[in-house]
């Protein structure tokens, strides 16, 4: 009967093991703004801090701005918003955590030429000529 007490107590140590207390791997290569706009907003907080301080260290950054790393998090919450595709690890939501403009961005369209001025014509080139005189070319 003991024998059978402790194959139970057994059992349920491992499940309380392999349970919710357990940690969690996640592959964040593979996630994407939509997973990360799906998190709670403190989830959303914790995983924009490791973001940025993963930029950071591969950028050998020593320092911590915090109101940039705010900043950031939100750019990347409105990047996220606009192209849920987008992959958290990259290019995009690197510029978007760092800062930095984003490479992969249209680049911004020429200001418009100004139309061309025409001088007005004079009254002369205006004036229909006179009777039996020939008209000037022009």
């Known amino acids: 009967m003991c024998r059978k007490g402790f194959v139970g107590l057994s059992a349920a140590v491992l499940a309380m093991l392999t349970g919710p207390g357990a940690a969690q791997v996640a592959d964040l290569r593979q996630a994407s703004c939509a997973q990360f706009l799906e998190m709670p907003a403190a989830e959303r907080t ?4 490791w973001l940025h301080g993963y930029y950071a260290g591969a950028a050998q950054r020593s320092s911590l701005d915090r ?4 900043e950031g998090a939100g750019a990347l919450q409105q990047a996220c918003s606009q192209n849920r595709a987008m992959p ?10 760092m800062g930095e403009p984003n490479p992969l961005a249209p680049p911004p369209s ?11 014509a004079s009254p002369a080139a205006t004036a229909p000529a006179a009777p ?3 008209t000037p070319l022009r």
């Open 46 to 49: 914790q995983l924009a801090l």
């Open 67 to 70: 109101g940039k790393l705010e």
């Open 88 to 97: 958290l690890i990259g290019i995009e939501a690197r510029a978007a955590l």
């Open 110 to 120: 020429p200001p418009a030429a100004p139309a061309p001025q025409v001088a007005p």
């Open 132 to 134: 039996g005189r020939p």
